[in-house]
């Protein structure tokens, strides 16, 4: 009770990162979003949930402009983050995409060594002056995805040559090289087993005490564990939005009800 | 007004589960108006079978136990579910204990048959085991049909049972003062209303745990307070006169 308490405290003090302002997609004709209005809590884990087809990725591609190579994809409304509007004139989204790394359901290494991939990012970006500091950043970035112990006799293999949970850890290795202050996570886990499923997990938990976590996850049980915040997402709408000890003790709409509590909705 | 859950056998354990409750329920009020009547007929083979009877509720009470470790552990109920299911395994282990307190109060009618009657303070007690076994009836019906107002009744009432409590402990201490040889048949009398207010005050936790499901808030304002036994005092001149 009190650890819960102090986590909605922590969580209503928590400075916005990121902000969606009646956003709105279109795939074509198609209205895939309508009017979201969501605010994403610094260093806090964000879960997206809901049903298949409802726009949690959608809504997830908004927030580093992936729409934007979709074709047909429109986006209007705001997204800023630290109050600049990322579909603001003159934003450049290659830094944007910088500092909003992002993981995939199914993990996609590049078909490189485990080193190239992590140092592949750092050095587009001009991050390290030399050899030594590259070494130094795949090495941190490594061992912050708790990837190192099982593979650091082996850098120079390639990534696919990795099993699933290790390749998920190594794009998110590859994701924090770069020092993005926000990653998004689409079903991160979908692919892996219970054991390596709860390692990333334990990684995200403790990934946002330098990064904004936002994730979409489909397993009710990963959200109420790594999330603080739980946003349901219905057929394009942002239904509730609340502390997730809330939403899943106590949700206030039906449609959310009927959703995580496995009814006909 | 709650649809379905998708998969079906969820909804039948969910179901069994509030048939148990409503089984114990049934058989908690029974004991307790079979202990006062026992108490009052002065039937000792009622009592007996009372005692005997006990050991029911606590088997039902496993069960539900049981049933609930299951539910929590291969379908992980959320909001609602989680709520149905956690105020389920409170209300039995609530009925369980009002249970042992008739079981008690069959005992001490058992002890009672062996000494004189004294007063009218068996009909007190008749009237309150009236009122709790009103109390556990109406508090399950709440939890059968999530009725708030119900439950919210059964919690006002009993105010009631501690007012009877507390002057029945005023009379029971007259008795005991006018006369020694009461003494033994009071204290147990004094113990057997102490057993049914106890067995009101595990029927308004029940009816604040319906509050809870139905809701999922803790009921609001504070429950009053109105038994004074603890501080009463009768003064011997209280009774000169
Ligand atoms: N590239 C696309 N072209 C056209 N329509 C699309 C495209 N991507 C998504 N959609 C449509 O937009 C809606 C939202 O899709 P989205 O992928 O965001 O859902 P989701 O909530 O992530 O679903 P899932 O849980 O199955 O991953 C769907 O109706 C989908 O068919
Ligand atoms: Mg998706």
Redo the contacts with the bound molecule.
Sequence with gaps: MAQALRISETLENAPVKAKASKVQ?F??A?Q??TDIDLEIPQNHVTALI????????????CINRMNDI????RVEGDITIDGVNIYGPGQDVVQLRARVGMVFQKPNPFPKSIYENVAYGPRIHGMAANKKQLDDIVIDSLTRAGLIDEVKDRLDAPGTSLSGGQQQRLCIARAIAVKPEMILM??PCSALDPIATARIEELIDELRNNFTIVI?T?SMQQAARVSQRTAF?HM?VLVETGATEQIFTNPKDTRTQAYITGRIG | MVSDHIVKSFDDELNQLVSKIAEMGGLAERQLADSITALSRRDEELANSVIEQDARLDILEEDIDAHVIRMLALRQPQALDLRAVIVALKISAELERAGDYAKNVAKRALTLMQTPTVGPAANTIVRMGTIVGGMISNVIDAYLHADTIKAKEVRARDHDVDQIHTSLFRELLTYMMEDPRNITACTHLLFIAKNIERIGDHVTNIAENVHFLVSGENIAEDRPKSDFSSSTIVAVEDKAK
């Design positions: 997609v795939y074509g198609k895939a979003l809901g049903p298949s087809g409802c726009g949690k990725s959608t809504f997830l591609r979709i074709d047909g994809c689409d079903e979409v489909h997402f394009g």
